[in-house]
């Protein structure tokens, strides 16, 4: 089974609304962590947000939000206001503490804002 | 200093060739990786090396030879290559191994190999 699945192979989203990108993991590890990060078409891998297993409250980090739901093992990115820069390809992750060196990455959603 | 650089940004090989790519980072990370990475596909884990000793490789052919000489550096060694290895070559670094240690990346070399 994939320990991570985007379903969302592209999006568009005007600019200035809010964008939720889905993400949804399978781990039987209670202690993990999970991660999104944003990819340019330049190419480097932008670290965004993080969200622990144990954590209590949703992530939250400027304009991006994780929308965590421990019981359903989604992990959906929230980006409000988006910006025409927020163009890109975004990938979910995720690392688990019994396999701590690995990094499982989603096949990623490639976001479209129009102006 | 929150930054992981890579050298060089373009490699073009040949087949004969050796070269080497370089990932250095000064945040005192403990832990650092190889992805290769082909286009609109999720990077793959190559290596990891935790505190300079490599605890994974990912059945990598060995015309990849990686190297950790210092907690700040990595290289990946290259000879023989084939064309289907032509790919983004993306190092990372985290401050240790472990579910909660983000991994910080650089901005990848593009390897072309002829």
């Known amino acids: 089974a994939q320990k991570i699945t985007q379903t969302q192979p592209g999006m568009f989203v005007q600019e200035k609304e809010a964008v939720t990108l889905d993400c949804t993991y399978d781990?039987?590890?209670?202690?993990?962590?999970l991660f999104w990060y944003k990819q340019p078409s330049s190419g480097e891998m932008i670290f965004l947000i993080y969200?622990?297993?144990?954590?209590?409250q949703n992530a939250t980090e400027g304009r991006y939000s994780l929308n965590f739901q421990k019981a359903r093992k989604s992990a959906n990115l929230v980006i409000s206001a988006s910006q025409l820069g927020d163009s890109a390809m975004y990938f979910c992750a995720m690392r688990e503490a019994y396999n701590f060196n690995k990094f499982y990455f989603g096949s990623g959603t490639k976001l479209n804002v129009k102006p | 200093d929150t930054e992981v650089t890579q050298t060089p940004k373009h490699l073009v090989m040949g087949m004969t060739n050796k070269k080497s790519l370089k990932c250095e980072q000064h945040?005192?990370?403990?832990?650092m990786y190889w992805y290769k990475q082909k286009a609109k596909k999720p990077p793959e884990l190559m290596f990891v090396?935790?505190?300079?000793?490599?605890?994974i490789n990912e059945s990598v052919p060995s015309r990849f030879s990686p190297e950790c000489p210092n907690s700040s550096l990595l290289n990946l060694h290259l000879h023989a290559l084939q064309p289907e290895d032509s790919a983004l070559y993306l190092c990372?670094?985290?401050?240790?191994?472990?579910?909660?240690?983000?991994?910080?990346f650089g901005p990848g070399t593009r390897l072309t190999v002829l």
């Open positions: 945040m005192g990370h403990r832990a």
């Open positions: 969200q622990g297993s144990y954590d209590q």
């Open positions: 090396y935790s505190y300079e000793k490599l605890s």
């Open positions: 781990t039987s590890d209670p202690s993990y962590g």
């Open positions: 990372a670094s985290s401050q240790k191994t472990g579910a909660y240690n983000e991994q910080f």
